[in-house]
């Protein structure tokens, strides 16, 4: 796998969820990953199918897609409508398995062949529970990306409830 | 103030995100919040404005509305559309504000006279630093619930697309 590779503490420092955390802390949290390769085109995680571990990109691209269109006719599927997104150097996704019990909210594949530090949720919760001072700056972070994330989403459902009143008011 | 009052650790037990705190737990939340009474019809946070304190309902009800459609033309402005919430005992808000600094994305007004307990980020932040444990505990169930509504807008994101779709087809 010809891939240029941070070394792993390096890359650990630029997550955001573990921005935090000093290099001891770190290295907790690189020794409970378990390095994964996925060839081009691998399905690594599929919306709507469960999930208990997070990624880390190591190294190679990931696209990120989701489904923004129900399908509403069996005869006549609508396509899906993908969000791409590339991830870099310092991304993670699947974080939120790591606190929760519920099927993926999107689907990842490899774009290049890929090398992937998971962390499982059984290994998390141990982490965080031997080291609860290192559990408050890792879920204080993650508390920040989903809140974040929930703006967005929220800004997103004025904008459409806008977008469809006007539409139907044509 | 005529209200009915849980005592109030009975109540702090019904919050979703203290819901694993031991009894001496609650206790040490409860010390840091202050209790504080709205008349009816008291604005208690107002949407895009900041705050940086949590409240627990004690006694009475609030409102909570959220604008939905973007004002588009100031001569014409559309009518908020409100989403109305019931707040009953157990039940917490403003509690993103705990985790981040950000503007309100609501405004709570009084239904009834209120009774509140205050909770405010640097006390939360105090008790969860020098109670690691706790704050895990607290951290978990809070990004638990934020995850849980990010699902909710994102499939309302996805719904309204698929309207938006319909609309615009016809």
Redesign the interface.
Known sequence: MPMEQLPALQLLKKIYILQDLQEKELQQVLDIAEERDFPQGATIMREGEPGEMMYIIRAGEVEIT?????E?DEDAP?DK?MIRLRADQGVIFGE?AL??N?VR?ATVSALTPCRLLEVKKDAFFKL??QN??T??KI??R???L??????K??E?????????????DR
Chains 1, 2 share one sequence.
Not at 156 to 168: G, M, N, Q, R
Request: cysteine-free; proline content about 2%; overall charge positive.
């Open positions: 989701k489904r923004l269109i129900l509403i609508r409508v939120m606190i929760e519920d909210s965080i529970n609860p001072a559990g408050v879920l204080l993650l508390g920040q989903l809140s974040n994330r929930l703006r989403s929220s997103d459902v004025v904008k459409l409830t806008t977008a469809l009143a006007i539409a139907l």
